[in-house]
């Protein structure tokens, strides 16, 4: 079935339709390639952002190092570990907010003319920049932090080294655990607020100015209750695009925090009964509407399996313990085994349990056939009864179709209204 223009969408040319011989209104390519080349700009300018924004993090761990704490191993801990990230993990939010707002913008922008083009547009720009914005000092942590070379960091000097401070080991491995830790439990400090924290505060506020307001605690006003609560647009947009972040933590960083798992299993657990209360109580009930699939997730869900798989192997043959004693050659031997035998673990998977069971491919075989079967029986009944109506028809005279005399006079007579 074809689906339906958005509300939104406007046309600015017209196409005849070969079928229907009806005039259309439709966007030429040309216009939308445009606004595609302007948010890939943006897109660009945003992602150099967050590199300035990592950059400076580093910078300042380096500052407060050489000039304020010098050999005060407590002074650097504190500053290195926890101020340097949560200044990243803040910094991450604040561009994240800042790029949504003009992801929306942009998308409404290109004039998608169906809402799936719409989404998807919207979900690419929006996993594109997290993905850099998240990630990005993640992957300085555990693939160039560790060599910063002779000249420092930007050609400072040498004094700027920003290395892993771990002189027995040498590797990077339990400073990108603190990291991705910080990440995933300081995320839950904004959502905690919006989702629970904010809410009880609103209906307190309420509860104290209910008598000048509609007695909306009466039970014979259920669809004022509804409409008085905040709307919530974009929930499933925001919700998935938080799970595959979090998803892109686990499967790209698992071999440096084992704990990781843990962390997102217990954060689901009580998400998913904050999310029950905001859809059936906090926040007015969604418009349910279906779908065929979760759409272009599937494909973002299945990059980030690749890349996590390739990630972790680099982070066994470069930024663990043995990639001390391996030399570059050698590490690129066990990258090159690590994945090939992952991937072939995933395409014997892939073929002993297919995406839809033998048994549900019977029945929808069986109802298509009944379905046919069916229809065919009532098109040939339908067939077999016209044939009878006409030779009904050929040997039967045709009746008259005036109504009877008594009727006909009925209708012509006057009839005496009382007074």
Not at 31 to 37: L, M
Not at 116 to 126: E, P, V
Not at 252 to 281: E, G, Q, T
Not at 353 to 373: G, Q
Request: aromatic content about 14%.
């Amino acid at each position: 079935m074809a689906e339906r223009d958005r509300p939104e969408f406007y046309g600015t040319e017209y196409y005849l339709d070969s079928i229907t011989k009806q005039r259309k209104e439709y966007y030429p390519f040309r216009r939308r390639f445009f606004k595609y080349v302007f948010s890939t700009f943006v897109l660009i300018i945003m992602i150099c952002i967050v590199f300035i924004s990592v950059i400076s993090v580093v910078l300042y761990k380096l500052y407060i190092e050489i000039n304020i704490c010098e050999d005060d191993e407590e002074c650097n801990e504190f500053h290195n570990t926890i101020i340097a990230s949560n200044l990243n993990t803040l910094s991450i939010m604040i561009l994240g907010k800042i790029y949504n707002f003009f992801a929306v913008k942009l998308t409404n922008w290109e004039n998608h003319q169906t809402q799936s083009a719409y989404n998807d547009a919207l979900i690419i720009k929006l996993f594109s920049f997290q993905f850099a914005n998240t990630y990005t000092s993640l992957f300085y942590i555990a693939f160039f932090r560790k060599d910063p070379g002779e000249s420092g960091i930007l050609g400072l000097g040498k004094e700027y080294r920003d290395d892993c401070e771990e002189k027995e080991n040498d590797n990077c491995m339990a400073l990108l655990s603190f990291q991705l830790l910080v990440l995933m439990i300081t995320k839950l400090i904004p959502k905690l607020y919006y989702d629970i924290i904010l809410p009880c505060l609103k209906n307190a506020f309420k509860c104290c100015t209910r008598s000048n307001q509609i007695d909306i605690s009466s039970t014979h006003h259920y669809l004022v209750k509804e409409m008085l609560k905040p709307q919530e647009e974009n929930f499933r947009l925001e919700e998935m695009t938080e799970k595959v972040i979090q998803y892109g933590y686990i499967m790209m960083f698992a071999a440096s925090c084992p704990l990781a798992p843990l962390v997102a299993l217990l954060f689901n657990l009580l998400d998913m009964r904050i999310d029950a209360k905001r859809l059936l109580w906090w926040n007015r009930r969604p418009v349910a509407y279906r779908d065929n699939d979760i759409g272009i997730w599937f494909h973002i869900i299945r990059f980030i399996n690749i890349l996590g798989t390739i990630t972790n192997a680099f982070l066994i043959a470069f930024t663990s313990n043995l990639g001390n004693y391996l030399e570059f050659g050698l590490a690129m031997v066990v990258v090159f085994i690590f994945e090939h035998f992952i991937f072939a673990i995933k395409f014997l998977i892939d073929i002993i349990i297919p995406d839809i069971p033998e048994s549900v491919m019977l029945d929808r075989k069986r109802d298509r056939f009944v379905i046919a079967h069916f229809m065919s029986v009532v098109s040939d009944s339908n067939e077999d009864a016209n044939w009878a109506n006409s030779q009904i028809s050929d040997q039967c005279p045709k009746r008259s179709m005036k109504p009877p005399k008594s009727i006909r006079f009925a209708k012509n007579k006057k009839w005496d209204t009382p007074k």
